[in-house]
């Protein structure tokens, strides 16, 4: 079956780096276009950045623009999200998520790991 599972998360001072990973199972991985989400308490989650399969990066929240930056390894079946100069409304819960075949939504989404962002 289908998994995806992140990694990475933590607490962190503002200015600081982290760097997320979501290994992938189930699928194959390279065929597949992947996404990084978050969901902050009390806010819609909001899509932070998406990737095609063959690595082209289809778009950046502009909240994140020049921050962060999504890559992938499809030998390793791995998904990433380097998450620098952090700041404290970067705190949420980041998932990764595969986007469908038919391009119209994400059908399957990992478990999501907590990034706090705190002095």
């Known amino acids: 079956q289908v998994q995806l599972v992140e990694s990475g998360g933590g607490l962190v001072q503002p200015g600081g780096s982290l760097r997320l990973s979501c290994a992938a199972s189930g699928f194959p991985f390279s065929g597949y276009a992947m996404g990084w989400h978050r969901q902050a308490p009390g806010k819609e989650r909001e899509l932070v950045a998406a990737m095609l399969s063959i690595g082209v990066v289809t778009n950046y929240a502009d909240s994140v623009k020049g921050r962060f930056t999504i890559s992938r390894d499809n030998a390793k079946n791995t998904l990433y999200l380097q998450m620098n100069s952090l700041k404290p409304e970067d705190t949420a819960v980041y998932y990764c998520?595969?986007?469908?075949?038919?391009?119209?939504?994400?059908?399957?989404w990992g478990q999501g790991t907590q990034v706090t962002v705190s002095s």
């Open positions: 998520a595969r986007l469908s075949l038919s391009l119209r939504h994400y059908d399957y």
